[in-house]
């Protein structure tokens, strides 16, 4: 039976932007486990914690530089590694992260060479489906404000609208949508009640049965302000909205990009966004115009004609750092407990614990065993 005595916690060289690391109190709860813990240098710096507020709170703390992190026997990490941190971990070593095999299959097939033994946090669900490892109201909330305070810039404080009321279409009816939802009603009662001058917004969540339809979107995306794409998507390489369709948006209108689901045209089909033709942004530029570098950058296949301005990235929770770690923190804390107690070679999908059952369908193996069930 191989049990874990390392932990290796890395910090995320992505955007200047990308702050997060988990926070002190996340070790507090190691405590009791016979593990050398393993934090790269620095880390939590960007959040203003010092390595002795880590320490504090677990003795068995040791800063060492990045190459040495991801040696251990489990490496933790919010964001996927990119590929040559990959390349440093061990065979055989364990990895947990945001893997987001769905989408991701080239660095799918990169992990099964290595031979890693991999846990997505995004596939860690409870039995009835419904994802743990997750921070729906920092996806949709951050996003949403933006793009609503982009359109209040796009219309010279909403005076240059079509109508009265603002028209939010969100594609998509899951979490992410309603949260979103939840947000934008948020957002339009500060701006909009106390006045009653007779402006407002109106939120419409289309479903699939709908999105299906060519005519019925092009009604629709004509009287939009902002447009969401919130989709959880069975295909990634079809599209939902045809660049085509993008023409009726009004000038002024704002693409909302909730999914920030990436290109690939190195696999095949290649996969696409949901909306065709939209860049995906970053923690350091969320906010993209319509002559933006960034389109320069979509495959040569992706069309990009018609453009409208875009809110988008590719980490939407790290917007609100501390309050996004700080939740991270507590959720996957009955996780380690499970892979630290046990092992990760000997979890059990009939076990009592739905977080070791919920921590075995979160593995790379039984995604690939049964992704076309």
């Known amino acids: 039976m191989k049990f874990i005595k390392s932990i290796g916690f890395p910090k995320m060289h992505k955007e200047e932007g990308e702050k997060r690391d988990f926070l002190p109190e996340l070790f507090e709860n190691l405590n009791e486990y016979d593990v050398q813990i393993f934090l790269e240098e620095d880390y939590g710096k960007d959040l203003g914690y010092t390595p002795q507020d880590y320490i504090q709170k677990n003795k068995n703390i040791i800063f060492t530089p990045r190459n040495e992190v ?22 055989d070593s364990t990895l947990i992260s945001m893997l987001h095999y769905e989408t991701r299959e080239t660095r799918n097939n990169i992990l099964r060479q290595k031979k890693i033994n991999c846990y997505s946090m995004d596939s860690m669900l409870d039995d009835e489906n419904q994802r743990i490892m997750v921070n729906y109201r ?60 007779g402006r407002g917004l109106i939120v419409h969540m289309i479903p699939r049965n709908i999105t299906q339809n060519y005519e019925n979107l092009k009604i629709i995306i004509e009287k939009s302000d902002i447009l969401v794409d919130a989709s959880k998507r069975p295909d990634p390489t079809k599209i939902i909205i045809r660049n085509e369709l993008i023409n009726y948006l009004p000038d002024y209108a704002v693409i909302l990009d909730l999914t920030a ?19 995906t942004g970053t923690l350091d530029k969320f906010v993209i115009e319509i002559d933006d570098d960034l389109y320069n950058n979509l495959p040569k296949t992706v069309n990009s004609k018609n453009r409208r301005l875009v809110v988008s990235c590719n980490a939407w929770p790290g917007v609100d750092a ?50 076309n069930n």
Request: with cysteine; hydrophobic share 35%; net charge neutral.
């Open 322 to 371: 501390k309050d996004c770690m700080k939740l991270y923190g507590r959720l996957i804390t009955p996780f380690l407990d499970v892979i630290l107690s046990k092992g990760p070679l000997n979890l059990n999908e009939k076990s009592k614990n739905i977080y070791e059952r919920s921590l075995y369908r979160s593995s790379l193996d039984y995604y690939l065993n049964n992704k």
């Open 70 to 91: 991801y040696k251990k026997d489990l490496i933790v990490v919010l964001r996927a590694p990119e590929i040559d941190e990959l390349n440093l971990i061990n065979e």
């Open 261 to 279: 689901d990436p290109y690939n045209d190195s696999v095949s089909p290649a996969q696409v966004k949901a909306i065709e033709g939209i860049p």
């Open 138 to 197: 920092g996806t949709s909330r951050a996003g949403s404000r933006i793009a609503f305070e982009q359109l209040k810039k796009q219309t010279n404080n909403f005076q240059n609208t079509k109508d009265k009321i603002i028209n939010v279409t969100i594609i998509g009816m899951g979490a992410v949508s309603a949260n979103c939802a939840k947000a934008f009603e948020e957002f339009s009662d500060e701006e909009f009640l106390s006045k009653n001058n």
